[in-house]
């Protein structure tokens, strides 16, 4: 008995250390790739909250109905951020065909100059994105592809207009081919939109939009 015991106890033991090891050798630019299972019940983010960077919005006299019609459109991006990360290409087709709908449901001529010129400035690439989203419910690596292009849009325009409550910033350095990709989200916990159940969890917080 005495040996059998010893036997299996030793047979831990190595692969308490292979464990140990692998896990230290899957760490990729501060990301801990243990931490990126999706089967892991917490989604929980690498960034403490004091590496988080607050930006306020640019424009805080926004007409109430137009104010409401960008919160909709960001509420669209977000169905289908989440809907990318849950490898979903269909859903995030039809999170985008409503995205198209609120774009041009927004009434422009409820801002200011000012404020028509800085959401001029992203409209038609806003449009031309969620329609290649909308259209290839078939095809989530395409989608994910314009998605990287509509984050980049979508942060401009929060930054300037707000999305009616707090939103996220965040960054994964290994998407694009380890060029990075940005995107945004309504939580604090990472859900990466590139990789989906791959590397859910791949990412962290940059900045905090109020």
Not at 149 to 167: I, Q, T
């Amino acid at each position: 008995m005495k040996k059998i015991f010893f036997s299996l106890f030793a047979i831990s033991a190595i692969m308490l250390a292979a464990c140990n090891s692998k896990g230290s050798k899957s760490e990729h630019e501060g990301h801990d790739m243990k931490k990126m299972s999706k089967d892991s019940p917490q989604h929980a983010t690498t960034t403490d909250d004091k590496d988080i960077k607050a930006v306020a919005v640019v424009y805080t006299n926004v007409d109430a109905k137009a104010a409401a019609s960008i919160k909709t459109i960001v509420d669209h991006y977000l169905h289908v951020k989440n809907a990318l990360a849950n490898d979903n290409a269909g859903e995030a087709a039809n999170g985008a065909k409503a995205m198209e709908d609120a774009i041009r449901k927004l009434d422009k001529s409820l801002l200011t100059a000012e404020q028509k010129n800085a959401y001029d400035a992203n409209e038609a690439e806003m449009k031309e994105h969620t329609e290649h989203i909308a259209k290839n419910g078939d095809n989530i690596k395409h989608q994910r592809s314009h998605f990287v292009m509509m984050s980049e849009v979508v942060y401009d325009l929060v930054k300037n207009f707000g999305a009616g409550r707090p939103v996220y910033h965040d960054h994964c350095p290994m998407a694009r081919d380890n060029q990075g990709a940005m995107w945004i989200s309504e939580v604090k916990e990472i859900k990466n939109p590139y990789f989906g159940s791959q590397m859910f969890k791949c990412g962290r917080v940059e900045e905090v939009i109020k």
